[in-house]
């Protein structure tokens, strides 16, 4: 399995337009190569540089698995209809949905969108975190990958 988008590479820079110093907008995704095994997909995207540790940026679950893209600026609600009914989770801002790379200034940090694909759907309502996400999907991912970014001010 296989995920990349086309506004960047891995390792390669975010542009402005997917951080809060745009349009704070989530950038556009593809996925390939998912297991005929996946019953669903489920996306984190987080930083590990963050001052105060992990930071957790996009919490989205119950993407249905034969998804070929994710497309930009998924709105900022709970359930999410183009992607399946999708379910979306709180960030470490508290709020729904993705919030873009905010770094306080100085070096670069790096942004990981890690996807995994399941073998089930997740029993989870909207709004809960990235912790109870991967408490759930223990024992159920059959393949993973992920997409790093880096942004710095």
Known sequence: MKISSQAFGNEGEIPSKYTCDGDDISPPLSVTDVPSEAESLALVCDDPDAPGGVFDHWVIWNIPADVESIQENIPKEEKVDSLGGAIQGLN????????????????????RFKLYA?????????????KDLEREIEGRIVSKDTLVGVYGR
């Open 92 to 111: 470490s801002f508290r709020e729904i949905g993705y919030r873009g790379p905010c770094p306080p200034a100085g070096p670069s940090h790096k942004y």
């Open 118 to 130: 399941l073998e089930s759907k997740i029993d989870l309502n909207s709004g809960m975190q990235k």
